[in-house]
């Protein structure tokens, strides 16, 4: 089965200090990688995904994440932190059975200290 | 967000009662879901279709029920309100090579 962990609830980093939100995936098969963020009292956005090729995926805002295959790891980065970078972000692997539903991480708060 | 919507965008109900969520699509895709968010779980699928009249569980779905009677609409049933369901709840459609698109969230009280 599917799986999806984020191991830290929160992360803290100062403005302008490159960040990292960490996520570790468990797949039978080919991984359909995801990054989402929530700001407050709003729906997931999507940021980035990983389906196949470069391992280093671009998205929004300025958000990068590394697909590392040998150690199931696909880790969010930012090189310089924005104050409104802070949110809740969501790690999120597809389901391989054809119904295209996604197993989400039980997110990880970040919060971008001025 | 845009070409999908929820309703209500909050409700507070009494135990026992029946109370059912409305998720509304414009973008005519087949697969749509609902979830649950809660802290320190995440999002848990509750039910999903894959076409109209065509819908199956999620890992959380006892208590609930979804009907999908058109291809712009799912409506998820919580047959009867217990406070163990108090949560934000999601609809989502999958939006193909951008993953998923998420509704604004109804925000669910039961006392």
């Known amino acids: 089965a599917q799986s999806v962990a984020q191991p830290e609830d929160q992360v803290n980093v100062a403005e302008g200090n490159p960040l990292t939100v960490k996520c570790t995936y468990s797949?039978?098969?080919?991984?359909?990688l995801f990054w989402y963020v929530q700001y407050p009292n709003r729906g997931l956005q999507f940021l980035l995904k990983y389906i196949t090729g470069d391992n280093l995926v671009k998205g929004s805002y300025g958000f990068e994440a590394e697909f590392n295959k040998s150690q199931t790891s696909f880790h969010l980065k930012k090189p310089s932190a924005l104050v409104s970078d802070s949110a809740l972000y969501f790690c999120?692997?597809?389901?391989?059975?054809?119904?295209?539903?996604?197993?989400f991480g039980t997110g990880t708060r970040l919060k971008v200290l001025a | 967000d845009a070409g999908i919507t929820q309703s209500p965008r909050h409700k507070v109900t009494e135990t026992g009662t029946p109370v059912t969520l409305r998720c509304h699509q414009t973008e005519n895709h087949r697969y749509m879901y609902w979830y649950r968010q809660d802290p320190g779980h995440g999002l848990r699928l509750i039910h999903y279709?894959?076409?109209?009249?065509?819908?199956d569980k999620g890992e959380v779905s006892d208590g609930y029920s979804v009907s999908r009677s058109k291809t712009e609409d799912f409506l998820l049933t919580l047959e009867s309100a217990t406070s163990s369901q108090t949560s934000v709840y999601f609809c989502?459609?999958?939006?193909?090579?951008?993953?998923?698109?998420f509704g604004s969230g109804t925000r669910l009280t039961v006392v």
């Open positions: 989502a459609i999958d939006g193909g090579s951008y993953g998923y698109t």
């Open positions: 999120a692997v597809r389901d391989d059975s054809g119904t295209y539903k996604y197993i």
């Open positions: 279709s894959y076409g109209v009249k065509d819908t």
């Open positions: 797949v039978s098969g080919n991984p359909y």
